[in-house]
C-alpha cells in the first residue's frame, strides 16, 4: 500500500464506524520512515533503517467517545479497530463538550507549505555517513583536550499523516526532516565535559556545513572544563537562544487549553491582562512555509493559522482544540495535537518569541556580574504554580567579560517574575526547531551553588 | 510452554527453521552476531477527568527488530508486517553493516530455561473494560472526598500486556509475557480564590487487575495525591544553597538512579565518556552504602524474566559498601569488553536498538532509625517525594526535584517547602551519606527512565538516609 492508497482506507474506517453505530468518527493514519548513522572514533558505529505505519479511529456515540488503534492495516486488523472503539463508547460517560469541530471549522491552507523534499531520502548512505564523519573529525580537531567523543550521527526521517472525518474532511500531507549532530568530550585534570552542536533542515541542503556543527560542539565542551560552583546569590541571568527556548515551552504549557479549564495553569484566568514584561511578543503561527511548526492542518482538521499569544506582554490568547474552546466557550484556535488515536490534545505550530534589538554581546558587555545559561537539567518547573527551579551549567559573567564556566548549581524564580523580569531580547532569533527564542536576559534570578 | 505453543508460532505460523533463515541472512555478509526480537503489545486505558470517563483507549502494535553486529558496529532495521518477505528484508537492510561472506556458525536454537516473575492470568483484552472505569471512578470519588480544597481529580488506569521473543544467532531462544499496570492520580487543590497546588500519586507493576483491588488500592493513591496537593498549600519557599538533606524510604532512591545508576550503564563506560569510567574498585560512596540492580524481584515494574536480548535478569551489586563494583551490560558492551552480561539490555519497542539499563535500583537497608536522623539534624530539608531527575553522565552532575519536603529545624520537621531541585556530582555527593536506616522501601510502581530517546519502566527504592551536604535549589 503506498501514501497514495490511505486517504482511501482512512475514509473506509470511517464509513464502517459509522455503520456500525459512530454518528462521528476521525481517523488517522500515519506513516514514517527513518533512517540514522551514527559515527565514533572516525568509525560508524551504528546504521538504522526501517519504516512503520498505523492507524487510529475516534469514535463518538452520542457525547460517549471511544478509540483505538492497530498496526495492522489489513482488512481484518481494521475490522478489529472498528470493532472495539464502538465497544469502548459504551464503557466510557456522557461528556457535554464531546464532539468534532463544527463544520465550519474544518479545512486546509492551501498552496505549498514546503514540508517535504524528497532529494534527502536520495542522499547515498555513504555521504551521509560521510557527513557525520566530517562533524566529528573537525570537533576533535580543534583542541588537543577534546580526547573522546560520544559520537556524531546523520538522521533523517520522512513522515505521512491523513486525517478523515464523518463531517467530510479528508487530508494528507508528508515532511520531511532531517540533522546532523555531534557530541564531542573535552578532558583536563581529570575532569570530563561533553557538549553538543547540531543543525536540523527538511532537505539536506539546508544543513549548517558539517565542519561548523562539529568545531561549535567543540569549542562549547571546551568553554566548560574547570567549573566551578559559585557562591548563593541574585544576579542578572542571560538564557542563550537554545535555552531560552525552554523557557518558551513552559509558556506553552501555561496556554495550553486544558491546563486553562482545570485552572491548573498560573495563566488561567489571565486572559487580557499585562502578565508580562511589553518587550514580550510570543506567537504561534503554523503557516510559515518550509519550518518544522508547520502544517496545512491541525489534528482534528482545523486550519492551523497564526495567533498571538502574548503580544506587548498582554496575554491575548490560549491555544484551543474544539474541545478546550467548547469548555472555554471560546473558538478553537487550531491547535488540536494527537498521535494516531484519542482525544485530540493541544500542539503548537511554531511558537516563538519575537525578537528584539540586542546582540548577545552587548547584553554580556552590559553586566558587571552575571550569570550566562548554556545548559538545564531536569524537570524543576511547575506551570501550575509558577515555581521554577532547575540545575544549570554555562559562564559567569565579570564586568561584561564571560569570565569562568560554573556548574552544579541551580537557578530559581517564579515563571511570573520572569515574565515580568525579561530586561533585555536578543536579536538573534532562529527558526531550528517548532520551538524558537533569541537570547534574552532576566533582571535577577537565585543562583544556588556553595 | 514449548515454542510451537508459543505466542508468535500459534498466531503468526512462525516456526524455528524461519528463525534460523532469518538469522542465516541477517549474517549473510559477515557479522558476528545477529538477533531478532518479536513484539506484540496490547494496549488499553481509561481515563477520568472532571469526574467524567472522557477517554477509552485500546490498541496492538506490532513488530520484529533485526540486529547484525560486526566488531563495535550495529546495522539494525525492523518490520511491523510479520510476513516472511518482510522479515527478509529487514534482515537484508540490517547485515549492510557488515561487509564480506558469511563467517559464523550460527549455533542451533534452544529454548532458554523458565521462571515466571509475573504470571499473566487473564489478558487484559479479556478483563472487562468496566472493572477498570470502576476502579478509576473509585479513585476519582475518593481524591473528592478527602478535603473540600480538592477542585479537579485527574485518573487513569492503564495496562498492557507485551509478548516478545528473542532468537539469537548464538542459540538463545527465549519467549516472555510481560503484563505492566499502572494507575495515576493528579489532584488539584485551592483555599478559597488562593494559588492552586497539585498532587501526584500512582503505582502498579507486572500486575493484572486484582492488585488493585486487594493490594495496593484506588483510595490508596488518591489518598497520597490529595494529601500531597493539600499539603503544598501551606508550603514556604525553599531555602537556598548548601544543606543537610534528609531523603524518605522509596522513590527518592531516585537519587540512586541519577547519581549513579546511569554513570554505570556499561555503553558510556566502554566509550569512557561516564565520570565513572575505569573507577570499578574505587570508593565512590560512603561506606554505608550497598546499591544493586535486581530485575529479578516478583512483579516489580522494572522486573523481566528475561531481558529484550533474550538474558535472564539477575540481582547485580553496583557498590559495595561504597566500592564501585560493576557495570550494567548489554550484549554488545559485554562481547567487546569480553565481560559476561548483567541481564540489562533493554529497548521500548521493535523499533529501538538495546542498550544497557536499569531495572529495579535499590540501596540495602542500614541500621539507623529514622527518627534518630530527624532528631540529628539541626537545619536542613526532608525530602518525602520526588519528581524526576537527569544526569550529565560526562560530568557526574544530576539533578532530581522535590514535590514533597520540608523543613528540618532543631531536629523536627516543620513546615512544608515549594517544589525545588536538588543538584550534586554523582562521584561526590554519596560520599556525603552519613546515616542508613532500616526502613527500605521500594516506590509504588510509577518510574520510566528515558535514554537516548528510549523509554522503559523501571523501579527505584531507597531507606531513609541523610546526605551531610548538597546543594537546594529554592529562592529563600
Keep these: ?450 | 510452554m514449548s515454542f510451537s505453543e508459543s505466542f508468535f508460532a500459534a498466531k503468526f505460523g512462525i516456526s524455528s527453521r524461519d528463525l534460523e533463515a532469518h538469522l542465516a541472512e541477517a549474517l549473510g555478509r559477515g557479522g558476528d552476531y545477529a538477533d531478532l526480537y518479536f513484539e506484540y503489545l496490547a494496549t488499553s486505558s481509561i481515563s477520568i477527568d472532571e469526574s467524567i470517563v472522557k477517554s477509552a483507549t485500546q490498541g496492538v502494535s506490532l513488530g520484529v527488530g533485526v540486529r547484525v553486529i560486526a566488531g563495535e558496529r550495529t546495522g539494525y532495521a525492523y518490520s511491523d508486517d510479520l510476513s516472511r518477505e518482510k522479515i527478509r528484508h529487514a534482515a537484508q537492510v540490517a547485515a549492510l553493516i557488515a561487509s564480506g561472506p558469511s563467517k559464523v556458525d550460527q549455533t542451533p536454537l534452544e529454548e532458554g530455561r523458565k521462571r515466571n516473575l509475573y504470571p499473566v492470568l487473564t489478558a487484559p483484552n479479556e478483563t472487562a473494560f468496566k472493572e477498570r472505569v470502576e476502579l478509576a471512578q473509585r479513585a476519582d470519588h475518593a481524591a473528592r472526598a478527602y478535603d473540600p480544597r480538592i477542585f479537579q481529580v485527574q485518573v487513569t488506569y492503564a495496562d498492557s500486556l507485551r509478548h516478545v521473543m528473542v532468537a539469537t544467532s548464538d542459540g538463545v531462544l527465549n519467549f516472555d509475557r510481560q503484563p505492566l499496570a499502572r494507575m495515576s492520580v493528579a489532584a488539584l487543590a485551592r483555599t478559597g480564590n488562593g494559588v492552586p497546588q497539585q498532587g501526584h500519586s500512582g503505582g502498579g507493576g507486572r500486575y493484572e487487575l486484582e492488585f488493585f483491588q486487594r493490594e495496593r488500592t484506588p483510595e490508596y493513591f488518591a489518598g497520597e495525591a490529595a494529601r500531597q496537593a493539600i499539603v503544598q498549600l501551606d508550603a514556604v519557599e525553599a531555602p537556598a544553597g548548601e544543606q543537610i538533606v534528609v531523603l524518605g524510604p522509596g522513590w527518592p532512591g531516585v537519587l540512586l538512579h541519577e547519581a549513579v545508576g546511569h554513570g554505570l550503564e556499561a555503553d558510556f563506560n566502554r566509550k569512557g565518556v561516564s565520570a565513572f569510567s575505569g573507577r570499578i574498585g574505587q570508593q565512590v560512596a560512603s561506606p554505608l552504602c550497598t546499591v544493586v540492580d535486581d530485575g529479578t524481584i516478583g512483579g516489580r515494574r522494572g522486573s523481566l524474566n528475561v531481558d529484550d536480548e533474550g538474558n535472564e535478569t539477575q540481582r547485580n551489586v553496583l557498590i559495595e559498601n561504597g566500592i564501585l563494583r560493576g557495570y550494567l551490560q548489554d550484549k554488545l558492551s559485554s562481547r567487546i569488553t569480553k565481560t559476561t552480561a548483567t541481564g540489562n539490555g533493554r529497548r521500548e519497542s521493535y523499533e529501538h536498538i538495546p542498550m544497557p539499563r536499569m531495572t529495579n535500583t535499590f540501596m540495602l537497608a542500614g541500621e539507623s532509625d529514622p527518627a534518630d536522623i530527624i532528631r540529628s539534624v539541626p537545619r536542613g530539608l526532608y525530602c518525602a517525594n520526588f519528581g524526576g531527575g537527569q544526569v550529565d553522565i560526562t560530568s557526574g552532575n544530576f539533578v532530581f526535584s522535590a514535590s514533597e519536603s520540608y523543613l528540618i529545624e532543631d531536629g523536627k520537621l516543620t513546615r512544608p517547602v515549594r517544589n525545588a531541585t536538588l543538584i550534586g556530582n554523582g562521584p561526590e555527593a554519596m560520599k556525603y551519606v552519613s546515616m542508613v536506616c532500616h526502613d527500605l522501601k521500594l516506590d509504588e510502581g510509577v518510574g520510566v527512565c528515558t535514554k537516548e530517546g528510549q523509554g522503559v519502566p523501571v523501579g527505584v527504592g531507597i531507606p531513609t538516609v541523610r546526605i551531610d551536604r548538597m546543594t537546594v535549589g529554592g529562592t529563600a
Excluded at chain 1, 6 to 27: K, R
Excluded at chain 1, 251 to 274: H, M, P, T, W
Excluded at chain 1, 400 to 417: D, H, K, N
Excluded at chain 1, 424 to 433: R, T
Design chain 1, 1 to 450: 500500500m503506498t501514501f497514495a492508497e490511505l486517504p482511501q482506507v482512512a475514509q473506509d474506517v470511517i464509513q464502517q464506524a459509522v455503520a456500525a453505530g459512530a454518528s462521528d468518527a476521525e481517523c488517522t493514519i500515519a506513516e514514517g520512515d527513518e533512517f540514522s548513522a551514527n559515527v565514533r572514533m572516525g568509525e560508524l558505529e551504528t546504521l538504522k533503517e526501517a519504516g512503520s505505519r498505523g492507524a487510529g479511529l475516534r469514535v463518538l456515540i452520542g457525547r460517549r467517545m471511544g478509540a483505538s488503534y492497530t498496526s495492522d492495516l489489513t482488512a481484518e486488523g481494521i475490522r478489529q479497530m472498528v470493532r472495539s472503539a464502538i465497544d469502548l463508547a459504551a464503557l466510557t460517560t456522557e461528556d457535554p463538550h464531546a464532539g468534532l469541530p463544527d463544520t465550519e471549522e474544518l479545512g486546509s491552507l492551501r498552496g505549498d507549505l514546503q514540508l517535504f523534499s524528497g532529494e534527502t531520502a536520495e542522499l547515498p548512505t555513504e555521504r551521509r555517513i560521510d557527513m557525520a564523519k566530517r562533524a566529528e573529525a573537525a570537533a576533535l580537531a580543534v583542541d588537543p583536550r577534546i580526547t573522546n567523543s560520544e559520537g556524531a550521527g546523520f538522521d533523517s526521517s520522512v513522515n505521512g499523516r491523513v486525517f478523515a472525518n464523518s463531517r467530510g474532511f479528508l487530508g494528507s500531507y508528508r515532511t520531511s526532516y532531517c540533522s546532523v549532530s555531534a557530541v564531542p568530550v573535552a578532558t583536563e585534570n581529570g575532569s570530563m565535559e561533553r557538549d553538543y552542536w547540531y543543525s536540523t533542515a527538511r532537505n539536506y541542503k539546508g544543513l549548517e556545513d558539517a565542519e561548523t556543527i562539529g568545531r561549535k560542539a567543540a569549542a562549547r565542551a571546551l568553554r566548560r572544563l574547570g567549573a566551578v560552583k559559585v557562591e548563593t546569590q541574585r544576579v542578572p541571568v542571560i538564557f542563550e537562544p537554545r535555552i531560552a527556548r525552554s523557557l518558551l515551552g513552559h509558556i506553552f504549557d501555561a496556554v495550553d487549553g486544558r491546563a486553562i479549564y482545570r485552572g491548573a495553569s498560573f495563566l488561567a484566568g489571565k486572559l487580557g491582562e499585562k502578565i508580562a514584561d511589553e518587550k514580550i511578543t510570543i506567537i504561534d503561527d503554523g503557516t510559515i512555509p518550509g519550518l518544522f511548526g508547520s502544517s496545512p492542518f491541525d489534528d482534528e482538521g482545523v486550519p492551523t493559522r497564526r495567533t498571538p499569544v502574548i503580544e506587548r506582554g498582554v496575554l491575548k490568547s490560549y491555544l484551543l482544540n474544539a474541545y478546550t474552546a467548547r469548555k472555554l466557550k471560546l473558538r478553537t484556535t487550531g491547535n488540536a495535537s494527537r498521535g494516531i488515536t484519542g482525544n485530540a490534545g493541544i500542539g503548537h505550530g511554531n511558537f516563538f518569541l519575537e525578537a528584539g534589538q540586542r546582540s548577545q554581546e552587548e547584553m554580556i558587555r552590559g553586566l558587571k556580574n552575571g550569570f550566562f545559561v548554556t545548559e538545564l537539567i531536569g524537570s524543576g518547573v511547575n506551570t501550575v504554580t509558577g515555581d521554577y527551579s532547575r540545575g544549570a551549567v554555562g559562564i559567569w559573567i565579570r564586568d561584561g567579560e564571560l569570565a569562568f564556566p560554573v556548574s552544579e548549581v541551580t537557578i530559581a524564580s517564579t515563571l511570573q517574575e520572569m515574565l515580568n523580569g525579561i530586561a533585555e531580547i536578543g536579536n538573534d532569533l532562529e527558526f531550528q526547531s517548532s520551538i524558537s527564542a533569541p537570547t534574552i536576559m532576566l533582571g535577577e534570578m537565585t543562583v544556588a551553588g556553595r
